[in-house]
């Protein structure tokens, strides 16, 4: 990788960081941006859906089951647009799970840099698996 992607690539996780500090969720914040052409097409951060309450943890701390993860909020927003992400990088300050590696693949998204490694990484392993760069890009 040359060092000019190495740049864009620290400062586009910067900005997922910053993006991440939206998030209503106590537990962990998480941001991500998705990124075409040098374009930032979408963005998204862990919270619950549109029109639900701002409280992402139940009285145990416990995530709600409803709560949608960083990368599923950014899809869903190119989704709506008239964009499109076919050959997109996604900057995710944390690794995606199996589920978010799912919507990734289905995406088109063809390369993922994370910043924090989560205990599970079956999410990429998929990704891996399914031919997508992935990069950790510790923080």
């Known amino acids: ?9 620290q400062r586009y996780m910067r900005m997922a960081r910053i993006w991440a500090e939206n998030s209503y969720c106590e537990r962990r914040k998480v941001g991500a941006l998705l990124i075409k052409d ?5 963005d998204g951060y862990n919270g619950t859906p549109s029109g639900f309450e701002n409280i992402c943890e139940d009285e ?4 709600k089951p409803y709560v ?8 869903s927003k ?3 647009s008239h964009n499109s992400s076919d050959n997109s990088t996604l900057y995710v ?4 799970c199996i589920e978010c590696a799912k919507l990734i693949i289905q995406a088109g998204i063809k390369r993922v840099v994370y910043g924090e490694k989560y205990r599970i990484m079956d999410g990429v392993e998929l990704l891996e698996r399914a ?3 992935v990069l950790f890009l510790e923080f």
């Open 60 to 63: 145990n701390n416990v995530s």
């Open 78 to 80: 190119i989704a709506r």
């Open 131 to 133: 031919g997508i760069e």
């Open 1 to 9: 990788m040359n060092e000019k992607q190495q740049k864009l690539d």
């Open 68 to 75: 949608l993860h960083a990368e599923a909020n950014a899809i």
């Open 93 to 96: 300050t944390a690794s995606p």
């Open 38 to 42: 040098k374009m930032i097409i979408s």
